[in-house]
């Protein structure tokens, strides 16, 4: 990787919170393995931010290697990219704090998924949510990453990155790369299929609201049946007054590449019974592949762990470099036998 310089860098992370959603598949995951031609990609299980809400321990350590095993299925070659979990590398936790140092309270207290955390865990409104888009930032700035790509929930989170990296550059000298989120044109909000007003998330109470991409076929279509549309019986795409139908119209889009007029066609005049069995073997295609290829991983424990251990020396090897340079500017006095 160091030898390709010229290549921008792009960086993501995923929670290991729970199984990922179809939302996390095309929002986010199903993009990273397409930019490994084009950039330096760096991916991370992001562990420490999944602290932000509680964690069994043990669910956690293993949800840490069923989230890595999902990025390696999903087609991103460890040879190619770095990954690696978040915890394994020092770095983030110790520019996380000096970043802490040049963002503002109020510029925090402005975050939406903050609110809408604290609103869904009233119990347990701690410290590392308010602050974790500081960690976010520090997973960003790190690796001097150019472009993130991730679903439209995180695009505050990135610009607030941004802004911090331009206030460092501009107090302590230029230090940053200022980097910018890759929103996919297609699905970048998956809603869910009980609210479709509402994003799909994994944390969802209702397990008929998400397919998740351990749900096997039958599941799958289950769902898809039961999704929730509206009572006029057109197919048709029009996000604020049929947002269940455009959700599925929208999913069905990204896996056949056909266009919204196209799809409205094919289904003109035969209700929305035709449209979920279809959309329904559209994602079961699309998925098997991946699933497959997640079961074979999953069960290589030495294979994953080998490729943990990798990504963690190259991470850590690469972000010191900055961190070095960021700890110099801030006025840090460097141990002279360093
Ligand atoms: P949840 O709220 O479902 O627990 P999260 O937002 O904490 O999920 P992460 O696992 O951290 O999810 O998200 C990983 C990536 O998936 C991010 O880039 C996020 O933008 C994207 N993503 C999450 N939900 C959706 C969705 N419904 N549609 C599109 N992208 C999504
Ligand atoms: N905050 C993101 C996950 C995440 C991330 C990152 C994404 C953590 N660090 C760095 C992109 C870049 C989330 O909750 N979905």
């Given at each position: 990787?160091?030898?390709?310089?010229?290549k921008?860098i792009?960086?993501?992370?995923?929670?290991?919170t729970?199984?990922?959603?179809?939302?996390?598949?095309?929002?986010a995951v199903?993009?990273?393995?397409?930019l490994?031609y084009?950039?330096?990609?760096?991916?991370s299980?992001?562990?420490?931010?999944a602290?932000?809400?509680?964690?069994?321990?043990?669910?956690l350590?293993?949800?840490?290697?069923?989230?890595?095993?999902?990025?390696?299925?999903?087609?991103v070659?460890?040879?190619?990219?770095?990954?690696?979990?978040?915890?394994?590398?020092?770095?983030h936790?110790?520019l996380?704090?000096?970043?802490?140092?040049?963002?503002?309270?109020?510029?925090?207290s402005?975050?939406?998924?903050?609110?809408?955390?604290?609103?869904?865990?009233?119990?347990?409104?701690?410290g590392?949510?308010?602050?974790?888009p500081?960690?976010?930032?520090?997973?960003?700035?790190?690796?001097?990453a150019?472009?993130?790509?991730?679903?439209?929930?995180?695009?505050?989170?990135?610009?607030?990155a941004?802004?911090?990296?331009q206030?460092?550059?501009?107090?302590?000298?230029?230090?940053?790369v200022?980097?910018?989120?890759?929103?996919?044109?297609?699905?970048a909000?998956?809603?869910?299929?009980?609210?479709?007003?509402k994003?799909m998330?994994?944390?969802d109470?209702?397990?008929?609201?998400?397919?998740?991409?351990?749900?096997?076929?039958?599941?799958?279509?289950?769902?898809?049946?039961?999704?929730?549309?509206?009572?006029?019986?057109?197919v048709?795409?029009d996000?604020?007054?049929?947002?269940?139908?455009?959700?599925?119209?929208?999913?069905?889009?990204?896996?056949?590449?056909?266009s919204f007029?196209?799809?409205?066609?094919?289904?003109?005049?035969?209700?929305?019974?035709?449209l979920?069995?279809?959309?329904?073997t559209?994602?079961?295609?699309?998925?098997?592949?991946?699933?497959?290829?997640?079961?074979?991983?999953?069960?290589?424990?030495?294979?994953?762990?080998?490729?943990?251990?990798?990504?963690a020396?190259?991470?850590?090897?690469?972000?010191?470099?900055i961190?070095?340079?960021?700890y110099?500017?801030?006025?840090?006095?460097?141990?002279?036998?360093?």
């Open positions: 990787m160091e030898k390709e310089n010229a921008k792009v960086f993501s992370g995923i929670q290991p729970g199984s990922f959603t179809l939302g996390n598949y095309i929002g199903r993009n990273w393995p397409l490994q084009e950039y330096n990609c760096i991916y299980v992001v562990d420490q931010h602290l932000t809400v509680r964690q069994e321990p043990a669910t350590r293993k949800r840490t290697y069923e989230a890595l095993a999902m990025i390696l299925a999903s087609g070659d460890p040879e190619k990219s770095m990954v690696f979990v978040q915890s394994h590398n020092p770095v936790s110790q996380s704090w000096i970043l802490a140092c040049n963002t503002q309270f109020g510029e925090l402005r975050m939406t998924q903050f609110k809408d955390k604290s609103a869904k865990h009233p119990d347990n409104v701690n590392g949510l308010f602050t974790y500081i960690l976010m930032a520090a997973d960003i700035l790190a690796y001097n150019h472009g993130i790509p991730v679903g439209s929930d995180q695009k505050q989170h990135v610009e607030l941004r802004n911090i990296a206030r460092f550059n501009a107090n302590y000298g230029e230090t940053f200022l980097p910018e989120p890759f929103i996919p044109a297609v699905g909000k998956i809603m869910s299929l009980q609210e479709p007003t994003k998330s994994k944390s109470e209702n397990i008929n609201s998400f397919i998740l991409l351990s749900d096997d076929k039958d599941t799958i279509m289950r769902k898809f049946k039961r999704a929730v549309t509206d009572s006029d019986g057109v048709k795409y996000t604020e007054n049929k947002p269940g139908v455009s959700n599925l119209m929208g999913i069905y889009k990204v896996f056949t590449g056909k007029e196209e799809i409205e066609k094919e289904f003109d005049g035969v209700g929305y019974g035709v979920k069995e279809a959309v329904g559209s994602v079961i295609e699309a998925l098997a592949p991946v699933q497959s290829e997640y079961t074979r991983i999953l069960s290589d424990r030495t294979y994953l762990d080998s490729v943990m251990k990798n990504g020396e190259k991470a850590q090897r690469y972000s010191q470099r961190l070095d340079k960021v110099r500017k801030v006025g840090f006095v460097q141990l002279k036998n360093k």
